[in-house]
């Protein structure tokens, strides 16, 4: 694989879908008051520092299970869209770490993966690099798996210039995060450009005057916001970003990746899903049909569920990656059946239209503990009328089944 630069667009829709509940939106504007941890550096074991690798030659597999599941809260959606895609994962221990402060390291392979490279970063070419720079040593011992995603990122710029230190194990801070997801969008020049927009954060003078730009123009994109607390405005260029946190800022920058191959899909499902596939009508009443990914992630009720759970009706946000659907949002449930199967006397009959005979309603009624009963249905358009439809009229014994109070079969008896 050459070196040359491959985009591709991991993940899909811009950041007001994506904020499906504005909960997460509001956890991660004011620090995630209540879902943020105090995870020291020291809480990490280097040895087992790598993420999860779950992979199959060149075949990456998802495991949607966390053990600190109930950590993830706000940050789900966001962890299960990028995870679905091996942008960001979990460790080898089974815990994906939600509040834990991200490191340097990670943020710069979640970035070469939100570009499409990590094939490319995980090539021997890339792994076997010499890097020049000065803890390229510690590097290379304690993160040799790392070693291709820096190389990488050194060869798409998402190093600065004076930067001679990698600092893997260092706080990724809100500003260096921002700078270097504006970096993977290859939106510097676009940056820079704004280095003399005034920012109306309180603490904007701890702002370097040459990161303005990557601070304004992430702003503008949605990419980064600041906080609201007692002192008013503020950024906090300078505060670590948890893994949670990350998550989120890495699903909106996605959004801004150029040559993206992912759909964001809204509709009905005309039918549970059959043989791996779903298809979906569209709102203009058009139908696509989709094929789920092995690891396709589905939420619904606030909640993981099954492909098995999907039922016709249920209204969805779809998203794809490679031609697969990946993420599926059921955004309003299908109304629950209530199957029903009567049998009564023909009591009362009404008609949309006499002269065609279509029918709007029928009432039966039947004895029950010695008194009568009286039970009314409209009737479908398409009910089916099975038997001699001459003797449909009152005083008829008939057999009714239908659901949710409307008759689809009227059986003569």
């Given at each position: 694989m050459t070196k040359q630069t491959m985009w591709k667009k991991t993940a899909i829709s811009s950041l007001a879908l994506l904020m499906l509940a504005g909960g997460a939106t509001s956890a991660f504007a004011d620090g995630g008051k209540g879902n943020r941890?105090?995870?020291?550096?020291?809480d990490r074991?280097?040895?087992?520092?790598?993420?999860?690798?779950?992979?199959?030659?060149?075949?990456?597999?998802?495991?949607?299970?966390f053990e600190d599941?109930?950590?993830?809260?706000?940050?789900?959606?966001?962890?299960?869209?990028?995870?679905?895609k091996?942008?960001?994962?979990?460790?080898?221990?089974?815990?994906?770490?939600?509040?834990?402060?991200?490191s340097r390291i990670e943020t710069l392979v979640a970035a070469v993966r939100l570009m499409g490279l990590r094939a490319q970063a995980e090539s021997a070419a890339e792994m076997n690099t010499e890097l020049q720079f000065r803890d390229a040593d510690k590097l290379e011992r304690k993160y040799p798996w790392a070693v291709g995603y820096v190389s990488v990122a050194l060869e798409n710029d998402l190093f600065a210039e004076t930067e001679t230190e990698v600092n893997p194990e260092e706080n990724a801070t809100r500003l260096w995060s921002t700078i270097l997801l504006i970096k993977a969008l290859k939106l510097e020049d676009e940056a820079k450009a704004l280095n003399n927009t005034k920012l109306d954060f309180k603490d904007a003078d701890q702002i370097p005057a040459g990161s303005v730009g990557y601070v304004a123009l992430a702003l503008q994109k949605g990419i980064i916001t600041g906080y609201e607390d007692k002192r008013g405005k503020t950024f906090r260029p300078n505060q670590p970003v948890t893994r949670a946190e990350l998550a989120a800022l890495l699903d909106r920058t996605d959004t801004e990746m150029p040559d993206h191959d992912a759909q964001a899909?809204?509709?009905?499902?005309k039918a549970a899903a059959s043989g791996g596939k779903i298809t979906v009508v569209k709102a203009d009443n058009s139908e696509v049909t989709l094929g789920l990914d092995a690891n396709v992630f589905i939420f619904r009720d606030d909640k993981k569920a099954a492909v098995s759970a999907l039922k016709a009706g249920d209204e969805v946000l779809v998203r794809t990656y490679q031609n697969k659907v990946v993420f599926i949002e059921v955004t309003k449930p299908a109304p629950v059946v209530a199957a029903?199967?009567?049998?009564?006397?023909v009591n009362t009959i009404t008609y949309t239209d006499n002269s065609q005979g279509k029918l709007a309603t029928i009432s039966i009624a039947r004895i029950e503990n010695g008194e009568t009963v009286v039970f009314i249905y409209n009737v479908d358009a398409s009910v089916a009328v099975i038997g001699n439809d001459d003797l449909l009229k009152q005083g008829q014994l008939v057999q009714l089944k239908g659901e949710n109070g409307t008759v689809k079969e009227i059986r003569i008896i």
């Open positions: 941890g105090h995870h020291d550096d020291d074991d280097d040895d087992r520092y790598e993420e999860r690798d779950d992979r199959d030659d060149d075949n990456y597999k998802v495991t949607w299970k599941e109930k950590e993830l809260k706000w940050a789900l959606e966001y962890i299960m869209r990028l995870a679905s091996g942008v960001f994962t979990g460790y080898n221990d089974g815990t994906f770490k939600p509040n834990q402060k991200i899909i809204s509709g009905k499902l029903f199967n009567e049998l009564g006397i």
